[in-house]
């Protein structure tokens, strides 16, 4: 099945290499996260073409009003259809549960994605570890258009692709 294209790879070992320096030098975990993630951004919109960061309003809530359930779902490019459920805890991980259902066959795929997840003003980003259990590492970042506490809207700064989830009781599955 073939599935769009909506994260990039980071350039791991550097990545790792750098967080390692940084730790030896003696920052905190905390702030070498964040040097991490500016790196990623950058990296991100050096090779962003579709989005135009000048027009863009930044919502104005915390990073908790993130945490809970929250589901989406979508049609991609008359192939498939895509509905997920993420599941965004207070330390900054994340599970999510992806459904692709092929639109010609009705086949149905699912995978388990785990990884990290941040939020800061504008900017939504996801760290992927792992899906279905075997290490699948890579990074993307997102412009946040909307964020309500209850409708989340979010565009990936290299795709262009945007993404619409709300929010769902504790107890929703797919």
Known sequence: MKKAASRFETPNKKLKALALLAGALGYKESVV????????????????????????EC???SYESLVGKWYGEQKIEDEYYQRWLMSRFENGTYEVTVEYSELSNSQVTIEKHKGFWSYSQCLYTTHMLEINGEHNESSTVYVVSELDGFVFKYMSVITGRSYSLTKVDNEFKL
């Open 33 to 56: 996260k964040i040097f991490i993630l500016i790196i990623l951004f950058f990296t991100s919109i050096s090779s962003a073409k579709e989005v135009n960061l000048d027009k863009v």
């Open 59 to 61: 919502p104005n809530l």
